[in-house]
């Protein structure tokens, strides 16, 4: 990142462009371990929905001598697929909220004077909060 905040001192357009491909390369593959996590999310959430929709304890209390367990069963069922429920709108909000940034920015990309002057301004901003992120964990670390 500091390479990149002090790349406009390079006057050399292709050092730069390295520069910023380096980022671009770490960047994505952050991207990439956030779509893998994200895959792997869906994964369990699949699965739990596979066992919801097999639950073979729901059937094997229909006799009606074991109406309270069945009852408790059904509220059961009912408290985990409301749970999932409330996962996936969460999620789908998440998502929604990401698209439409996304969507911005990749509409309005900069050209490349204000792309300098983007680059300057963020990596200051970025490199500050690792600063106080940093700051935070060595507090949180000597407290605990």
């Given at each position: 990142?500091?390479?990149?905040k002090n790349a406009h001192?390079?006057?050399?357009d292709l050092?730069?462009?390295?520069?910023?491909?380096?980022?671009?390369?770490?960047?994505?593959?952050n991207v990439k371990t956030v779509f893998l996590n994200t895959k792997q999310f869906w994964e369990g959430v699949h699965r739990h929905?596979?066992?919801?929709?097999?639950?073979?304890?729901?059937?094997?209390?229909?006799?009606?001598?074991?109406?309270d367990e069945f009852m408790d069963a059904i509220k059961q069922s009912?408290?985990?697929?409301?749970?999932?429920?409330?996962?996936?709108?969460t999620a789908a909000l998440a998502i929604r909220a990401v698209d439409e940034t996304v969507?911005?920015?990749?509409?309005?990309?900069?050209?490349?004077?204000?792309?300098?002057?983007?680059v300057r301004e963020l990596t200051s901003a970025i490199l500050g909060d690792i600063e106080m992120e940093n700051i935070m964990?060595?507090?949180e670390m000597k407290n605990h």
């Open positions: 990142m500091e390479a990149l001192i390079i006057e050399n050092e730069q462009a390295v520069i910023s491909l380096e980022v671009t390369i770490k960047t994505l593959g929905c596979k066992s919801l929709t097999a639950n073979e304890e729901v059937e094997d209390l229909c006799d009606p001598d074991l109406k009912g408290f985990c697929w409301l749970s999932l429920g409330k996962i996936n709108r969507d911005n920015i990749m509409i309005d990309l900069p050209r490349k004077e204000e792309a300098d002057k983007l964990i060595s507090y």
